[in-house]
């Protein structure tokens, strides 16, 4: 079946603007995942969605980021007045819910580069 | 705050011999841990995991060790195949939560 999708699979922005990055994950997933990668590092949770459930933003870096999910499917990030270090590749990952949140399947990612 | 270490950024192997990934962690509440792979360009891709209760883990060329009071874990992929090159992450979670904690990756290349 179909994997996690991601939108745009690239985006060059200027520092400043904002920007939105969108997650199809796998049908019938109910949890959701956005994972931050700089370059040279390991992979870093931004925040989860598991059902109608209020998201965990905890992993949020500041307040230019949020994002939002539609029931259990699509979700965006949106990054406001983007700046430099917000450059990295943009992960999204679904699981089936609670009882498989350790197995997430990932999306290609989206790189992010801020100019 | 890194949680988890992998400490060999490169590994290069000769086709057919034995890799051995390492991973370390430093969070005694981590109670599951899993391996994924990544090719350029894709997302990382779930390979093997194993459960603190268990101290191996086995999935065809692919075995997984873990150490819980040297706090370290291993993946082995025996014999090593050139499409096994990629870059692969470990990660560690507890049961409970979902965020995986990932450490920042080995390039492992198998030459032909």
């Known amino acids: 079946g179909a994997g996690v999708s991601q939108s745009p699979s690239n985006k060059v922005t200027e520092k400043g603007k904002d920007v939105e990055l969108r997650c199809d994950p796998i049908?019938?997933?109910?949890?959701l995942y956005w994972y931050r990668q700089r370059l040279g590092q390991g992979l870093e949770f931004l925040i989860y969605?598991?059902?109608?459930?209020?998201?965990?933003k905890s992993g949020l870096p500041s307040d230019r980021f949020s994002a939002e999910r539609t029931g259990e499917s699509v979700s965006t990030l949106t990054i406001q007045r983007t700046q430099q270090e917000d450059s990295a590749v943009y992960l999204c990952?679904?699981?089936?819910?609670?009882?498989?949140?350790?197995?997430?399947?990932f999306g290609p990612g989206t790189r992010l580069t801020v100019t | 705050d890194q949680q988890v270490k992998q400490n060999s950024p490169s590994l290069s192997v000769q086709e057919g011999r034995i890799s051995i990934l390492n991973c370390d962690y430093t969070?005694?509440?981590?109670?599951?841990f899993l391996w994924y792979k990544k090719y350029p360009a894709e997302g990382p891709t779930f390979l093997i995991s194993?459960?603190?209760?268990?101290d191996k883990n086995e999935d065809g060329r692919f075995t997984v060790f873990l150490n819980k009071s040297a706090k370290h874990l291993s993946l082995h992929i025996v014999p090593s195949q050139p499409g096994d090159s990629a870059v692969y992450f470990c990660a560690a979670t507890r049961r409970t939560h979902y965020a995986l904690n990932f450490g920042k990756g080995t390039s492992l290349l198998v030459t032909p």
């Open positions: 194993i459960s603190s209760i268990k």
């Open positions: 049908s019938g997933h109910t949890a």
């Open positions: 990952a679904s699981s089936l819910g609670i009882r498989k949140t350790y197995e997430q399947y």
């Open positions: 969070n005694s509440m981590f109670d599951y």
């Open positions: 969605f598991q059902g109608n459930s209020a998201p965990d």
